[in-house]
């Protein structure tokens, strides 16, 4: 995963358990966030689920093989959870789409070892750069208007090559226009970009990155309208 600060969960001592009441109020909440995406879905999860239940149970009634029975139970679980994942991946990514903040909250989502820092450069209309440090390199996520964006781009790019010298730098723009990454492949963009280092290398280049000086005459962090960043919830429902 990205690299974030670390959060601290009070014990309740003597309660139920707390790990498995939250994972049923996600659930919840994740299934009331499907339904309102896409009211067609939840009834797809379940017709598949059930669907396939029905099919190895008469299998196993005429073929006498009642382990099917049994087989069908765990199948019908998996096929249903899987396709409540993607719906639910699905809705999560629309939830955030065209939020200021959003290329951040899904960066900070990737698994691996990246070093995520958010907003390292913008300007007083809210375009704004993220910056992610992994084993292809140095990845420059801007998101906001097409058109001054490439000049905050540049000048980011300008600053980075001064300490990362022959290390690749990859600059990328959220958005739904020709040559611009939608939200919910930015992650999938990312991950398939070649790996270029290795693991010393990316600690390096690290350190040199934090000895650049800030430049960032905006309020730094990401910058939603309402102050808020927008919480990226973790697409997998275990």
């Known amino acids: ?136 390199g140095v990845i420059l996520v801007g998101e906001g208007s097409v058109t001054r964006l490439p000049s905050l781009l540049a000048a980011e790019k300008k600053r980075v090559a001064r300490v990362a010298y022959d290390i690749p730098i990859y600059d990328i723009v959220v958005g739904d226009g020709e040559g611009q990454v939608p939200i919910r492949r930015l992650q999938r963009h990312i991950m398939r970009l070649p790996r270029n280092l290795r693991g010393s290398a990316v600690s390096d280049l690290n350190y040199r990155l934090k000895a650049l000086p800030q430049t960032l005459q905006a309020p730094k962090g990401p910058m939603p309208a309402r102050g808020r960043q927008p919480k990226m919830p973790r697409p997998k429902i275990r």
């Open 1 to 136: 995963m990205a690299k974030k600060s670390p959060e601290t969960t009070p014990a309740a001592g003597g309660a139920p358990d707390p790990a498995s009441m939250g994972r049923i109020k996600q659930l919840r909440m994740a299934a009331g966030m499907i339904r309102q995406a896409n009211p067609k879905a939840m009834p797809i999860v379940l017709g598949a689920g059930l669907g396939t239940l029905a099919v190895l149970v008469v299998v196993g009634v005429l073929t006498g093989l009642y382990f099917l029975i049994a087989l069908g139970v765990l199948l019908g679980l998996l096929v249903a959870m899987i396709l409540f994942g993607r719906f639910a991946q699905s809705a999560q990514y629309s939830a955030i789409e065209g939020q200021p903040g959003a290329a951040a909250a899904v960066l900070q989502t990737m698994r691996g070892n990246w070093t995520v820092t958010p907003a390292i450069a913008a300007n007083r209309n809210m375009d704004v750069v993220h910056r992610a440090v992994g084993r292809p």
